[in-house]
Protein backbone atom coordinates (compact mmCIF):
# COMPACT_ATOMS: atom_id res chain seq x y z
CA UNK A 1 0.00 0.00 0.00
CA UNK A 2 1.18 3.88 -0.88
CA UNK A 3 2.28 5.61 1.71
CA UNK A 4 -0.25 8.83 1.04
CA UNK A 5 -2.76 5.66 1.10
CA UNK A 6 -1.64 5.00 4.31
CA UNK A 7 -2.11 8.28 6.22
CA UNK A 8 -6.15 8.49 4.95
CA UNK A 9 -6.17 5.10 7.02
CA UNK A 10 -5.45 4.46 10.78
CA UNK A 11 -3.18 1.46 10.63
CA UNK A 12 -5.64 -0.84 12.82
CA UNK A 13 -8.25 -0.20 9.89
CA UNK A 14 -5.50 -1.38 7.77
CA UNK A 15 -5.10 -4.24 9.56
CA UNK A 16 -8.06 -4.98 9.75
CA UNK A 17 -8.99 -4.73 6.02
CA UNK A 18 -5.57 -6.80 5.73
CA UNK A 19 -6.66 -9.78 7.38
CA UNK A 20 -9.91 -9.77 6.21
CA UNK A 21 -8.15 -9.72 2.64
CA UNK A 22 -5.99 -12.77 3.91
CA UNK A 23 -9.13 -14.70 5.42
CA UNK A 24 -10.59 -14.57 1.39
CA UNK A 25 -7.17 -15.69 0.22
CA UNK A 26 -6.71 -18.32 2.44
CA UNK A 27 -10.27 -19.75 1.43
CA UNK A 28 -10.51 -19.56 -1.98
CA UNK A 29 -6.76 -21.38 -1.61
CA UNK A 30 -8.99 -23.99 0.21
CA UNK A 31 -11.37 -24.09 -2.31
CA UNK A 32 -8.96 -24.90 -5.03
CA UNK A 33 -6.99 -27.26 -3.01
CA UNK A 34 -9.68 -29.64 -2.37
CA UNK A 35 -11.14 -29.10 -6.09
CA UNK A 36 -7.60 -29.92 -7.18
CA UNK A 37 -7.66 -33.24 -4.58
CA UNK A 38 -11.44 -34.47 -5.41
CA UNK A 39 -11.82 -34.34 -9.07
CA UNK A 40 -10.97 -36.13 -12.02
CA UNK A 41 -9.45 -33.48 -14.23
CA UNK A 42 -7.65 -32.89 -17.30
CA UNK A 43 -4.25 -31.56 -17.50
CA UNK A 44 -5.32 -28.26 -18.64
CA UNK A 45 -7.55 -27.99 -16.08
CA UNK A 46 -4.74 -29.45 -13.52
CA UNK A 47 -2.57 -27.33 -14.48
CA UNK A 48 -4.51 -24.01 -14.36
CA UNK A 49 -5.71 -25.03 -10.87
CA UNK A 50 -2.54 -25.20 -9.88
CA UNK A 51 -1.25 -21.86 -11.45
CA UNK A 52 -4.25 -20.41 -9.25
CA UNK A 53 -3.22 -22.19 -6.36
CA UNK A 54 0.52 -20.56 -6.80
CA UNK A 55 -0.95 -17.53 -7.35
CA UNK A 56 -3.43 -17.44 -4.03
CA UNK A 57 -0.11 -18.79 -2.40
CA UNK A 58 1.78 -16.22 -3.09
CA UNK A 59 -0.68 -13.22 -2.39
CA UNK A 60 -1.17 -14.87 0.91
CA UNK A 61 2.20 -14.71 1.45
CA UNK A 62 2.84 -11.02 0.28
CA UNK A 63 -0.62 -10.15 2.91
CA UNK A 64 1.15 -11.75 5.80
CA UNK A 65 4.34 -9.72 4.96
CA UNK A 66 2.11 -6.47 5.01
CA UNK A 67 0.79 -7.57 8.02
CA UNK A 68 3.63 -8.32 10.01
CA UNK A 69 4.88 -4.55 8.79
CA UNK A 70 1.74 -3.27 9.85
CA UNK A 71 1.59 -4.77 12.83
CA UNK A 72 5.45 -3.49 13.80
CA UNK A 73 4.33 -0.03 13.27
CA UNK A 74 0.68 -0.17 15.27
CA UNK A 75 3.37 -1.26 17.79
CA UNK A 76 5.56 1.87 17.59
CA UNK A 77 2.74 3.76 17.32
CA UNK A 78 1.48 2.31 21.14
CA UNK A 79 4.63 2.50 22.06
CA UNK A 80 4.80 6.36 21.33
CA UNK A 81 1.61 6.88 23.19
CA UNK A 82 2.25 5.41 26.09
CA UNK A 83 5.88 7.27 26.44
CA UNK A 84 3.76 10.53 25.89
CA UNK A 85 0.81 9.48 28.33
CA UNK A 86 3.60 8.44 30.72
CA UNK A 87 5.66 11.90 30.29
CA UNK A 88 2.39 14.00 30.40
CA UNK A 89 1.66 11.83 33.62
CA UNK A 90 4.99 12.95 35.28
CA UNK A 91 4.34 16.64 34.29
CA UNK A 92 1.17 16.18 35.66
CA UNK A 93 2.41 15.13 38.76
CA UNK A 94 5.66 17.66 39.19
CA UNK A 95 3.39 20.04 39.08
CA UNK A 96 0.48 19.68 40.75
CA UNK A 97 3.34 18.83 43.53
Not at 39 to 45: G, N, R
Not at 47 to 68: F, T, W
Not at 79 to 88: D, G, K, R
Request: aromatic share 4%; hydrophobic share 40%; glycine share 2%.
Amino acid sequence: MTKKKRENLGVALEIDGLEEKLSRCRQDLEAVSCRLHRAELSPEDRRSLEEERNSLMSRASNYEKELKLLRRENRKNMMLSVAIFLLLALLYAHWTM
